[in-house]
């Protein structure tokens, strides 16, 4: 069967930013890139997810003082959004603002992310237990997936997984007047996906050093193979 890829032929060097979306665990930075934002991007859009979202919005009424158009939006996993759906977002970051060949004349309506601001929850925490049941479920499965498909759409998304990269992205848009440029889209795409590979070897790592005995301590089975069809399986 013969693979169908969507084709792009044109996209654009420089992008303004105009809706951000922002997921983030570690919130170091933060305060200074919602405040570059303000000053630089004011008509700009914001995406909270629902952890950050408390302290997104405080940062900007702090902040915003005689810059009243930026809002903010939470995402949210269902139910009525305040602003945007989880799927919403990732639709956005997919589609953005480019169309490919089979697409024309669709109806749906997404609002395209320019900027997505994501950091992953860590594997292992201190002071934490580092059992199979506690690993599964710090795995950042919304994170990790956000940020594999800003990835693969740098084309159009900057991202940022690492506060270390805020000032740089906030120097870029001051000096082309709230817009980025795709060399330095493409640059921080590749340190996303070195985040994105460490943080898939700290999970691999964490999981291999967990027995089947004690994963299944983890919980109470219910509805398990009897002893005797697992002998009979093995002998075969």
Known sequence: MEERISKIDEIDDLIPIRNVMISVYDTAGLEMLISGLLELCPSAVIYAAPHNYAYVKALIFLKKKKVPSITIGRLSAGGRAYKAKHSDVFFSLVGGGYQTEGEKGGATKIVPID???INL?????LGSPDDYKSVIQRIDVYGHAALSVAIANSFQVMSLSRPDDYQPFLKEIEELEGQNCFATRLKMAKLSAMTLQSYSEAYT???GAVSIDEAKACF?????LAPTKIKKKSES
């Open 115 to 117: 900027l997505a601001v």
């Open 121 to 125: 929850r860590p594997i292992t925490a």
């Open 205 to 207: 790592r964490a999981l």
């Open 220 to 224: 109470r089975e219910v509805n398990c």
